[in-house]
């Protein structure tokens, strides 16, 4: 027998000044199961919890209704006293009397009718309330981290440094992703090399965590805790554990044609090639689309210089199935083409370069050695204009609605660099708005202006016009009203970012969401940034939403922490307000599992007797650690053969009826 | 195959030349312009007030009979073109307006942007092919430096006219190469000529000219092309032009020269 | 059809002698010269019985969720709008296909019983002859001509798929599809009902839902409901009284074509079956025709390795309810 | 000047007719001032082209309406093609000459001038033009 | 925030109180409709909501029931698409009430009764607008009595 206990709540007088309380007692007393009342002023206070506690042990309730603010505040609270006293927490139900009823409501009779009516509703489900028990689910010790930019590596570091085992997988040959291609970094001017390199050592050398590089995750299975996933080692064509980094192969390489990724195709690059002399792992790779031997089948010389006999060409890709207990995803950025904007001349002419150019252009290690020279003539420049928001804040179809948020800074730090450097080279910085929230970022862009005497116009290039010798640049200062005819010896542009390409196919293979600009969703935007809607996958740095390296790293640390949280845990909990099947009931048509987002339903085939005969029957089964709790499958099936614990259809109808009466 | 074709009224007139020559080397080419029965002045600018109807009524109306005869709508001028295929972008995308046109049209069924409208450089791009154009010249344009002028009409905006990248287009260049000429690329081929301000402020039209004249002269460029007779005055009315450091005609004309079809 | 039905018995003998199949789901004569009912058959000796002509409308296909063939080999009869069924129930898991044998028979169509009444072509009728495009109703004094569109079934006359469209044996020339191509125009009740005013349609359906006696034939027949328990025989959920009240008519028939939606066939055997005449395909067809409408042409039942319409979704799927994307067909 | 108001509700009426008939929303722009820095025919305009809408959005029809702006622009769509925001200039201009032109004894082409046009080999399609962008 | 305009249009004329039973999505519409008591956004206490964790977690069952047993219009709620907290949940919500309210309409059920709506949880303006918006239309129409049950009185 339901033995109800109603608790109304005044909230001081948020609710008691519209909803007249003592009518609502009156109201309640004559509906079937309720057999106690209270109410108070402070429910969730601790007098008012004790309350509930008191009246579960000494009048003998077990389902209880707390009238009172929205259950997304205080249904926990409650859920949690009632569990101290003995009750099982899913009996409690919470009627919403305050942001739903006495908060938008002024008439005081109606609100007061409406706070009954509410109240009857969760008294008519907590009625068919069960007792639920959370399913436990143990936890594989292990986290990847997809992307060997900053994010990836700090977040690995992290997490290795709580103990636990971390595997990273990185697409290219090296880690280090867009920073080790930075010259130095805002606003403190580090040089980007200096303070990444140690770190991706840091990495190659902790016993904790295993490097996959050259490699791709191509399917994920399973669900927070264990995750089963394939990662993909591409064929190196080099024994890593025999090869000592000596250079041979790369320095006698007859294959010098192809253009280096690293130096943004500023220089040629060998078919056998590390990125970088920094990169970790430090061992080449094989190009084999421009490699002699594997185009034409001769050549082979590397493998007969190889001191340690690593080359190897026959080696294949190697598929490698590991256990996770958590995933985190860094998978970082691009810059968007510039192929639709014929007006800048990119693609036309080489003094016209993106601001990740510039930075190998000005970088000691790049192309020229630090020497800021045209790429068209190798010469100084002694004008430089730079353009922001190229494709950034552009709602057309050939540019990104958002702001990429680096560019301002990146900017000013090529600007002042340029003009550090070079002090007879005149810059010009082209902008809409200039932004730079953040720590020392405004002093920062000032000193830019201010120190430097960098020339900021705000307003618009028009066209570019290459000249004989220089290149003419027709813009605005749209404060004064003057058109500007510069004529610029090389144009930066500050191109807008952009998610990676692949991530339709990461977010598809992870059951995460992207949003309309391909970036990965978070959990909540302001409470939960770092989660996923996917329990226990996680975001770090730019494959989120554009970033800057502080908060790139800051954000991997969040998710490292999130991550440990999950590793830490022997067991995991999960919401028991799952689906459950009632095989009986079940027809085996599957529309359950084809819909369901978290392929948490599978198909089982039962044996049943009818009139003496043994049959096979198909049901469908939930997998209560991977059920969400949407619902979605219950209306998908006719019979209501699968049902939704917490939010039954019995519930629902009660309700409803509670609510008409 | 059977092409409606729409000529406009400077075609008929001041611009005869742009004309006679497609027509000539269409032939060679085995492309059978029919020019539409009845036809009538497009308005030459497309109207750009949202509440304007009666003015858009001209082109529904060879459109509509382009849809009758089952062909594609083939232009020559690049006003004309411009016009006729943003109202046909209009019919098809603006419900609003296509109901109008509808209801005053009376047509036996209803007009819904069915038709598809295409200029005479695409004809030669996709339908005959820069390739077999190539192999069907008879005198090449060998060491002649030419300047394409792309005005703004074949171009913009870039998502209805769906002509080339505006700002880097290339078929007046491949149609040059296919010719045997040498393009000559500089980079103010798709500015504005000025357009229709020479009626009133000439003054400013001369700037603009110059400045575009001025820039093949230094890449140059011996001659330049165009697709649009008013940039053709524009460009010839020019101090530079005047002073004949340059001369301008029509694609066509280079056309029929090198598939040796011109007169004279 | 004679011939062909003579062609069905050797093959219906040789599949049970060679034990191919366990047994056979086919028509029988009765009675009445309009009553061909399901029959199954066993022995080679009984098929002498078995009958295919214009009345075998009956649909076979779900007989075969009969527990009774639980592990058996069953070869079935199939008309095309038969096969839809099948394959909807295949799609639905509620046949193993393996299972099952289908001979696959053209239909040009099945002639209404009603309709032969109705024309007073019953009276002392001996025999009905199919000649060309015509029938010839023979009786004691006169061969009298019809065309089949005065007598076929209405859901016959906007059929599109008159020859089966699954089968592993066919008996029989393929039908020409145009014959019966009026396919086109099988939403045009749908489209007459939706001109009319709310009210008038209100009146309408009101009227035709008050006759319901909840016999529950139609969903006893409809090869889209077959539940191991259907909804409405939920007696812990009770979603549906037992009263005969104006709204639980409503709320039945309304489900009903709800839960078929994007899983009816348009087979048309509802409405066949209601004896009280209500027209319950112009329910499904609504849905249907909504389906193609706002999701793309879909035909349930032909191909049952295609996503049904409500078990899948586009990320720019329109909707008939928010201000800036109305669905809905403006008028 | 001293300001109270962004709109003022004096011209309220007039920038709802050039919304109208532009069918543009003014309140995209950013000022970026690319429309402006990429305009060919700047030269015979007095105020600039994203002045114009700076002017739109502040309510400063009056001025739009006497300046020469409004008549130099060649609606040659370079704007357009470049900006940021999609906004259609050439609508805006179109709409502001509309405002002029749709008030009665406000035509700037007179038939008499056409002799003259012709005279000067002008091709048929600028007078057509003329006709459609300075006379209503 | 102005959104009482309705106020004056839903005058306690006739006697007739409308019944709107809204089923709002726990993560977005529910969230909405907190935000709007947050706001003290006003809306008519008619207006009674239903927690569901998704829009997908209704059935046409429900729907039709709060009809029968004396609602006068059914909404629901649910975060827009492409924001589901369950990544897909209301893109079959979308498929599903699209067809049932072309359905009830079909059947001369008054498209006002039947509004399905997309509200996040930022959206408490919207919540309030919707919510009045839909009263004030199913205050014309007047009480629903074409899918009430007759036995069932309020």
């Given at each position: 027998m339901q033995r109800v206990g109603v608790f109304i709540c005044w909230c001081g007088t948020n609710i008691s000044s519209t909803v007249n309380i003592e009518q609502v007692v009156a109201a309640l007393e004559n509906i079937p199961g309720v057999v106690y009342i209270k109410d108070y002023q402070y429910m969730c206070s601790e007098i008012g919890q004790n309350l509930v506690k008191d009246a579960i042990k000494e009048q003998n309730i077990n389902r209880v209704v707390v009238a009172s603010c929205s259950p997304r505040m205080h249904e926990a609270t409650f859920r949690k006293a009632a569990a101290a006293a003995g009750l099982n927490p899913y009996l409690v139900e919470i009627a919403n009397i305050r942001e739903h009823c006495s908060w938008v409501h002024k008439d005081k009779e109606a609100a007061t009718q409406k706070a009954i009516s509410l109240t009857r509703a969760a008294v008519a489900k907590a009625i068919l309330n069960e007792q639920l028990i959370p399913g436990e689910v143990g936890v594989e010790k292990r986290a990847l981290v997809i992307g060997g930019g900053i994010a990836g590596i700090q977040t690995a570091l992290d997490i290795a440094e709580a103990g636990y085992q971390v595997d990273l997988v990185e697409k290219t040959p090296s880690i280090g992703g867009k920073m080790a291609q930075l010259d130095k970094t805002f606003p403190t001017l580090d040089c980007s090399a200096c303070i990444l390199t140690p770190k991706m050592v840091d990495l190659a050398l902790n016993s904790k965590i295993n490097l996959y590089s050259y490699s791709e995750v191509t399917e994920v299975n399973g669900f927070v805790g264990n995750f089963e996933v394939t990662i993909n080692q591409k064929a190196r064509s080099i024994e890593m554990e025999k090869c000592t980094g000596c250079g041979i192969c790369l320095a006698k390489c007859p294959a010098k044609k192809a253009l280096s990724e690293f130096e943004e195709g500023l220089a040629k690059r060998a078919a056998i090639y590390t990125p970088f002399p920094q990169a970790v792992p430090n061992v080449p790779v094989i190009d084999r689309e421009t490699c002699i031997k594997f185009v034409t089948g001769k050549c082979g010389l590397c493998a007969k210089l190889c001191p340690t006999g690593a080359i190897d060409y026959e080696q294949k890709d190697q598929i490698v199935n590991q256990k996770y207990g958590v995933i985190i995803v860094a998978t970082g950025y691009d810059l968007i083409n510039l192929d639709r904007f014929g007006e800048y001349q990119y693609l036309d002419h080489p003094d016209i370069i993106t601001g990740l150019e510039f930075e190998r252009l000005v970088n000691a290690a790049g192309p020229t050695g630090g020497k800021l020279v045209r790429p068209s003539d190798?010469?100084?420049?002694?004008?430089?204009?730079?353009?922001?928001?190229?494709?950034?804040?552009?709602?057309?179809?050939?540019?990104?609605?958002?702001?990429?948020?680096?560019?301002?800074?990146?900017?000013?730090?090529?600007?002042?660099?340029?003009?550090?450097?070079?002090?007879?080279?005149?810059?010009?910085?082209?902008?809409?708005?200039?932004?730079?929230?953040?720590?020392?970022?405004?002093?920062?862009?000032?000193?830019?202006?201010?120190?430097?005497?960098?020339?900021?116009?705000?307003?618009?290039?028009?066209?570019?016009?290459?000249?004989?010798?220089?290149?003419?640049?027709?813009?605005?200062?749209?404060?004064?009203?003057?058109?500007?005819?510069?004529?610029?010896?090389?144009?930066?542009?500050?191109?807008?970012?952009?998610?990676?390409?692949?991530?339709?196919?990461?977010?598809?293979?992870?059951?995460?969401?992207?949003?309309?600009?391909?970036?990965?969703?978070?959990?909540?935007?302001?409470?939960?940034?770092?989660?996923?809607?996917?329990?226990?996958?996680?975001?770090?740095?730019?494959?989120?939403?554009?970033?800057?390296?502080?908060?790139?790293?800051?954000?991997a640390s969040a998710a490292a922490t999130k991550a440990i949280g999950v590793l830490s845990k022997n067991k995991l909990v999960n919401n028991p307000c799952v689906a459950k099947v009632e095989q009986a009931v079940c027809s085996g048509c599957l529309a359950c599992i084809k819909i369901c987002p978290y392929e948490a339903i599978t198909e089982q085939v039962i044996e049943e007797k009818t009139r003496g005969k043994v049959r096979l029957r198909r049901v469908a089964e939930v997998n209560e650690t991977l059920c969400q709790g949407c619902g979605g499958c219950t209306v998908a099936c006719r019979p209501g053969a699968i049902d939704l614990k917490g939010f039954s259809n019995q519930q629902i109808l009660a309700e409803v009826d509670a609510i008409c009466r | 195959m059977n092409y409606s074709y729409y000529p406009g009224c400077t075609l008929k007139t001041k611009a005869q030349g742009l004309e006679a020559c497609a027509f000539k080397s269409a032939q060679v080419l085995g492309v059978n312009l029919v020019e539409q029965e009845e036809w009538q002045c497009c308005g030459a600018v497309y109207p750009l007030a949202a509440d304007e109807i009666g003015t858009k009524l001209a082109s529904v109306r060879s459109l509509v009979a382009a849809r009758t005869k089952g062909e594609k709508l083939v232009t020559l001028c690049a006003a004309c073109h411009q016009v006729i295929k943003r109202v046909n972008h209009d019919m098809k995308t603006k419900e609003d307006m296509r109901e109008k046109v509808n209801n005053y049209l009376q047509l036996k069924e209803d007009y819904q942007g069915e038709s598809e409208v295409i200029h005479y450089l695409e004809l030669l791009r996709d339908e005959v092919g820069f390739e077999s154009l190539a192999k069907k010249v008879k005198v090449s344009l060998a060491g002649r430096k030419v300047a394409a002028y792309y005005g703004c009409l074949l171009l913009r905006p870039r998502e209805i006219m769906d002509f080339d990248d505006p700002e880097r287009p290339t078929i007046l260049e491949k149609f040059l190469e296919s010719l045997g000429a040498s393009p000559v690329n500089y980079p103010y081929r798709t500015e504005c000529c000025g357009g229709y301000l020479s009626i009133e402020r000439e003054e400013v039209v001369e700037k603009m000219v110059n400045k575009i004249i001025d820039s093949a002269l230094q890449q140059g460029a011996e001659e330049i092309v165009t697709a649009c007779p008013l940039c053709k005055y524009n460009l010839e009315n020019s101090s530079l032009c005047q002073k004949g450091e340059i001369v301008v005609s029509y694609f066509t004309e280079l056309l029929a020269e090198s598939l040796q079809v011109k007169e004279g | 059809?004679?011939?062909?039905?003579?062609?069905?018995?050797?093959?219906?003998?040789?599949?049970?002698?060679?034990?191919?199949?366990?047994?056979?789901?086919?028509?029988?004569?009765?009675?009445?010269?309009?009553?061909?009912?399901?029959?199954?058959?066993?022995?080679?000796?009984?098929?002498?019985?078995?009958?295919?002509?214009?009345?075998?409308?009956?649909?076979?296909?779900?007989?075969?969720?009969?527990?009774?063939?639980?592990?058996?080999?069953?070869?079935?009869?199939?008309?095309?709008?038969?096969?839809?069924?099948?394959?909807?129930?295949?799609?639905?898991?509620?046949?193993?296909?393996?299972?099952?044998?289908?001979?696959?028979?053209?239909?040009?169509?099945?002639?209404?019983?009603?309709?032969?009444?109705?024309?007073?072509?019953?009276?002392?009728?001996?025999?009905?002859?199919?000649?060309?495009?015509?029938?010839?109703?023979?009786?004691?004094?006169?061969?009298?001509?019809?065309?089949?569109?005065?007598?076929?079934?209405?859901?016959?006359?906007?059929?599109?798929?008159?020859?089966?469209?699954?089968?592993?044996?066919?008996?029989?020339?393929?039908?020409?599809?145009?014959?019966?191509?009026?396919?086109?125009?099988?939403?045009?009740?749908?489209?007459?009902?939706?001109?009319?005013?709310?009210?008038?349609?209100?009146?309408?359906?009101?009227?035709?839902?008050?006759?319901?006696?909840?016999?529950?034939?139609?969903?006893?027949?409809?090869?889209?409901?077959?539940?191991?328990?259907?909804?409405?025989?939920?007696?812990?959920?009770?979603?549906?009284?037992?009263?005969?009240?104006?709204?639980?008519?409503?709320?039945?028939?309304?489900?009903?074509?709800?839960?078929?939606?994007?899983?009816?066939?348009?087979?048309?055997?509802?409405?066949?079956?209601?004896?009280?005449?209500?027209?319950?395909?112009?329910?499904?067809?609504?849905?249907?025709?909504?389906?193609?409408?706002?999701?793309?042409?879909?035909?349930?039942?032909?191909?049952?390795?295609?996503?049904?319409?409500?078990?899948?979704?586009?990320?720019?799927?329109?909707?008939?309810?928010?201000?800036?994307?109305?669905?809905r067909k403006q008028k | 000047m001293l300001r109270e108001k962004i709109t003022p509700d004096t011209t309220k009426k007039e920038i709802g007719q050039i919304s109208e008939i532009s069918d543009e929303k003014i309140l995209d722009c950013l000022q970026c001032g690319k429309c402006t820095a990429g305009c060919p025919a700047i030269h015979g305009m007095d105020i600039m082209p994203h002045q114009v809408i700076r002017l739109l959005q502040l309510g400063q029809v009056d001025k739009l309406l006497a300046s020469t702006t409004i008549w130099g622009c060649a609606a040659c769509f370079t704007c357009l093609s470049r900006c940021p925001r999609k906004v259609d200039l050439s609508k805006i201009m179109e709409a502001l000459r509309l405002i002029v032109l749709r008030t009665k004894g406000n035509q700037r082409l007179e038939i008499d001038k056409v002799p003259e046009l012709l005279a000067k080999q002008i091709p048929q399609q600028a007078i057509v033009s003329g006709f459609r962008k300075y006379v209503k | 925030m102005s959104v009482i305009a309705s106020d004056a249009v839903i005058k306690k004329e006739a006697g007739f109180e409308p019944l709107i039973v809204a089923f709002c999505c726990n993560w977005c519409s529910y969230a909405g409709?907190?935000?709007?008591?947050?706001?003290?956004?006003?809306?008519?206490?008619?207006?009674?909501?239903?927690?569901?964790?998704?829009?997908?977690?209704?059935?046409?069952?429900?729907?039709?029931?709060?009809?029968?047993?004396?609602?006068?219009?059914?909404?629901?709620?649910?975060?827009?698409?492409?924001?589901?907290?369950?990544?897909?949940?209301?893109?079959?919500?979308?498929?599903?009430?699209?067809?049932?309210?072309?359905?009830?309409?079909?059947?001369?059920?008054?498209?006002?009764?039947?509004?399905i709506d997309w509200i996040s949880a930022s959206e408490g303006n919207k919540f309030a607008e919707v919510m009045n918006d839909v009263l004030a239309k199913v205050h014309q129409l007047g009480p629903n009595r074409k899918l009430r049950d007759s036995r069932w009185r309020r």
């Open positions: 190798q010469k100084q420049p002694k004008k430089v204009v730079f353009i922001q928001c190229v494709g950034s804040r552009d709602k057309s179809e050939r540019g990104k609605a958002y702001c990429s948020k680096i560019c301002c800074m990146y900017t000013a730090k090529h600007a002042m660099l340029l003009r550090d450097k070079y002090p007879d080279c005149e810059a010009y910085v082209f902008y809409i708005d200039v932004r730079t929230a953040g720590k020392g970022f405004e002093e920062f862009q000032r000193r830019a202006v201010e120190n430097y005497g960098v020339n900021y116009i705000k307003g618009m290039v028009g066209k570019i016009f290459p000249g004989d010798n220089q290149l003419q640049v027709n813009g605005v200062d749209a404060l004064s009203g003057e058109l500007l005819q510069l004529e610029a010896d090389l144009v930066v542009l500050a191109a807008a970012t952009q998610a990676k390409p692949e991530a339709d196919e990461v977010a598809r293979m992870l059951s995460i969401s992207i949003d309309r600009d391909r970036f990965f969703t978070e959990a909540h935007p302001k409470l939960r940034p770092v989660e996923t809607h996917c329990a226990g996958i996680y975001l770090a740095g730019a494959c989120q939403g554009p970033k800057d390296i502080p908060e790139t790293v800051a954000q | - | 059809m004679e011939k062909i039905r003579e062609e069905i018995k050797e093959i219906v003998r040789q599949a049970l002698a060679s034990k191919e199949v366990d047994l056979i789901l086919a028509w029988e004569k009765g009675q009445l010269w309009y009553d061909s009912y399901p029959a199954f058959f066993t022995e080679e000796q009984g098929v002498d019985s078995l009958v295919w002509d214009q009345f075998c409308v009956n649909n076979l296909s779900k007989y075969l969720l009969d527990d009774g063939m639980a592990g058996q080999k069953v070869g079935i009869l199939v008309k095309g709008c038969d096969t839809l069924a099948f394959n909807q129930l295949v799609q639905d898991n509620r046949i193993i296909r393996d299972n099952v044998v289908l001979y696959g028979l053209p239909c040009s169509g099945m002639i209404d019983p009603a309709k032969v009444r109705r024309e007073g072509l019953d009276r002392g009728l001996i025999k009905i002859k199919k000649t060309g495009d015509q029938l010839i109703f023979v009786n004691k004094e006169q061969q009298i001509k019809v065309l089949p569109t005065q007598v076929y079934y209405d859901k016959c006359l906007t059929c599109h798929y008159p020859n089966p469209v699954i089968y592993d044996r066919l008996i029989g020339e393929k039908v020409a599809n145009e014959t019966l191509a009026t396919h086109a125009g099988r939403f045009s009740a749908v489209e007459e009902l939706e001109e009319l005013s709310t009210k008038d349609r209100f009146a309408y359906w009101d009227q035709q839902f008050s006759k319901c006696i909840r016999c529950l034939a139609c969903r006893n027949i409809c090869p889209a409901c077959s539940c191991e328990q259907c909804t409405f025989d939920d007696s812990e959920l009770e979603i549906l009284g037992k009263a005969k009240e104006n709204s639980e008519d409503k709320f039945f028939h309304l489900i009903r074509a709800y839960h078929v939606a994007g899983r009816c066939v348009d087979c048309g055997e509802c409405s066949r079956v209601c004896p009280q005449g209500i027209p319950l395909e112009k329910l499904n067809r609504k849905l249907i025709k909504d389906i193609n409408e706002l999701y793309g042409e879909y035909q349930a039942g032909l191909d049952p390795s295609i996503k049904g319409p409500l078990v899948t979704y586009q990320l720019e799927d329109t909707d008939t309810f928010t201000a800036g994307e109305r669905g | - | 409709a907190d935000l709007a008591g947050t706001s003290r956004l006003n809306y008519p206490a008619n207006i009674k909501i239903i927690r569901v964790p998704c829009s997908c977690r209704v059935n046409a069952n429900f729907v039709l029931r709060a009809f029968q047993r004396g609602a006068d219009g059914v909404i629901i709620a649910g975060c827009h698409p492409g924001d589901c907290h369950y990544m897909t949940g209301n893109y079959y919500t979308r498929r599903r009430m699209s067809l049932l309210k072309n359905l009830l309409e079909f059947i001369g059920i008054e498209e006002a009764r039947f509004k």
